[in-house]
């Protein structure tokens, strides 16, 4: 069945793109914050913000690397579903959502690991990412936020 979604503004890169949801769920699972509410996606440099109690050690950068870097090998599935806005399960953020969002809403999954609500462009599965390389944080101390600078090379 053909859905009517909201117009889409971005032609997103889609390794750069599906990376996105496993750096929000890896920074989640790790440091117990929401997903970025200030992420910058493109196909040579990525950045991603996250609020968090602390600044990251490089032992913890590096950690963050390599769990990217397994869930992609792990080639995970990544799957789409339909629901309509009353029924979106527990836990999946709606903050996002415009005021004019359609009905009927589409939720990514990367296998077990994440489900969000999403329009964009995404690979079939994490191996598809290729490689996610950090490229560089940045620590803001006054607003405890954290900025991740990435890129993905492509298989």
């Known amino acids: ?14 390794p750069a793109h599906t990376a996105e949801h496993l750096l929000n ?9 929401e997903r970025s509410s200030n992420a910058h996606i493109e196909r040579k ?25 397994r869930l992609i090998t ?20 709606v903050d996002k ?11 990514v999954r990367i296998g077990d690991f994440d489900v969000c609500l999403c329009i964009g462009k995404h690979v079939r599965s994490t191996a598809q990412i290729g490689r996610f390389e950090m490229l560089g944080t940045n620590w803001d101390e006054e607003k405890h936020a954290f900025r991740v600078r990435f890129k993905v090379i492509p298989a």
């Open 74 to 93: 792990e080639d995970l599935p990544v799957t789409y579903e339909m629901v309509d806005r009353n029924n979106i399960p527990d836990g999946v953020s």
């Open 25 to 33: 769920q890896v920074m989640i699972r790790m440091f117990g914050t």
């Open 45 to 69: 440099k990525s950045k991603m913000t996250f609020i968090l109690d602390h600044k990251p050690d490089r032992k913890e950068e590096k950690a963050i690397e390599a769990e990217m870097n």
């Open 1 to 14: 069945m053909d859905y009517t979604f909201n117009t889409h503004n971005k032609e997103e890169f889609p």
């Open 97 to 107: 959502l415009p005021e004019d969002a359609s009905e009927m809403l589409r939720l």
